[in-house]
């Protein structure tokens, strides 16, 4: 896959790309990369790429010339456009699950009070948010994006590692444990020990539910009305709630 990469920034993501498992990726082939400065796109000598907003308001606007001609020259037409904004579809799992089935990916990477409308219009193909919350860095939301989309490329990360994760299958994840076997005084539970495969596939789907039951009872609500919820995994919810009917105000 590759990832162009529009930003008034370019040192920000091109230290993600430069780093740990991505930069792995990137020295296999498996990924590919093009970071693009809007400013060189831009007409006069001070690189300008931002003016004020018509009808007023505070904050600054980024110009539709220098963006134009910076997706021109990445040819984005006919590829798929993100620009990530607060106001976006909200990112997902399986969004990322989607995306990761492109060939190409290029991202727009907002700043200020973002882009001109115009833009978009003529060029992005998804509006994507990370999170109900305001960043002033496109470049970090784009990242978000960038870095959930290729975990999922083949040969990135084992098929094993992904089935286990959170929201892979609607679940988040359960407690995880590492040497030494006893950390201040909190030893690692006994069944993970025992070496009985059977026993802690049980305990780490009881975990999972307890924690997503916690922290998330939105997804577990979706999850009971789903073909992937087993008679196993009701019985150790009602055990965990003592046999009190579940709802996601719970």
């Not at 286990?164 to 006994?190: C, H, M, N, W």
Request: with cysteine; net charge negative.
């Amino acid at each position: 896959m590759r990832f162009d990469v529009l930003t008034l920034f370019p040192e920000i993501p091109a230290a993600f790309f430069e780093t740990s498992i991505m930069a792995k990726a990137v020295d296999r082939g498996l990924i590919s990369y093009n970071l693009v400065n809007i400013r060189d796109f831009a007409y006069d000598k001070h690189r300008t790429c931002d003016d004020l907003t018509y009808g007023g308001g505070a904050g600054m606007l980024l110009l539709p010339q220098p963006l134009s001609r910076a997706l021109d020259a990445v040819q984005a037409a006919g590829k798929r456009v993100i620009y990530v904004t607060p106001s976006g579809k909200p990112f997902t799992q399986s969004y990322a699950a989607e995306l990761a089935q492109e060939e190409e990916l290029v991202l727009v990477c907002g700043r200020y009070e973002g882009i001109d409308q115009r833009i978009i219009d003529e060029y992005v193909d998804d509006e994507i948010s990370v999170g109900d919350y305001v960043m002033s860095s496109g470049e970090l939301a784009a990242l978000v994006v960038i870095d959930t989309v290729y975990r999922l490329i083949d040969g990135v990360i084992s098929q094993e590692s992904l089935e286990e994760e959170s929201f892979s299958d609607g679940l988040l994840e359960y407690p995880q444990y590492t040497r030494p076997q006893i950390f201040r005084d909190k030893a690692v539970p006994e069944v993970l020990l025992s070496g009985h495969h059977e026993r802690i596939r049980k305990w780490r789907l009881a975990r999972r539910i307890e924690k997503t039951l916690a922290m998330r009872p939105d997804l577990l609500s979706a999850i009971r009305n789903s073909p992937e919820w087993t008679q196993e995994a009701e019985l150790i919810l009602q055990e965990i709630t003592n046999g009190r009917e579940f709802n996601s105000h719970n």
